[in-house]
């Protein structure tokens, strides 16, 4: 077998997120979202790990990761659980939000996100921002590109959306299980 990491930090990144050397992996650059350098029906399997909530277009990622895998390959999908993190006070992502973003590259849900997180998660961390001061915090923190979670799910949201992603038939979700705080899904390319 022949497993890659694939991240969008090179090694020095990787090594100042996780706070030192010891077991950085070695990677190769990749994107989340269009998995572009990889070739379609090329993997047996990917692992995606508390990733698809960061992404713009969780949807297009998706469709995106499934052109990479072989007929038969698995996805293994595992999305935190949004009522056992700090997002537990954060509506959830509706489907539609999600076809939008499928359509625009998540151009028009971005502001939203982003204000969700300044109202509902930044206040469990820190004082809450004034009302007033809402629009500029979400605003900077669009500038910086701060990473957020910006979209949220429990198990059973997740799982309608992948009812709808998956209806053409090009995949199954072959298997879901909760685990702690987060849910596990086994996508399998049919």
């Not at 077998?1 to 090179?10: K, S």
């Not at 020095?12 to 269009?34: H, K, M, N, R």
């Not at 709808?164 to 086994?186: D, P, W, Y």
Request: with cysteine; charged share 25%.
């Amino acid at each position: 077998t022949h497993c890659f990491y694939g991240d969008e930090r090179d090694h020095e990144q990787l090594v100042e997120y996780f706070g030192g050397e010891q077991g950085i992996p070695d990677s190769v650059f990749l994107d989340a979202q269009t998995l572009s350098e990889v070739e379609d029906d090329r993997l047996d399997f990917v692992i995606s790990a508390h990733v698809i909530e960061h992404l713009h277009d969780p949807i297009g990622s998706i469709k995106n990761t499934l052109k990479k895998i072989k007929t038969g390959g698995n996805f293994i999908l595992v999305v935190p659980d949004r009522h056992f993190t700090f997002d537990k006070a954060r509506p959830p992502t509706s489907l539609e939000h999600l076809l939008q973003d499928e359509k625009d590259g998540g151009a028009s849900s971005t502001y939203q996100s982003y204000f969700e997180h300044v109202k509902y998660v930044h206040p469990l961390f820190d004082a809450p921002i004034p009302e007033d001061q809402i629009d500029s915090h979400v605003r900077m923190l669009m500038n910086a590109r701060h990473d957020i979670h910006m979209h949220c799910w429990n198990g059973a949201e997740f799982a309608e959306l992948l009812r709808n992603v998956l209806i053409n038939g090009q995949a199954s979700v072959a298997g879901h299980t909760f685990i702690r705080n987060e849910n596990k899904f086994v996508i399998r390319k049919c």
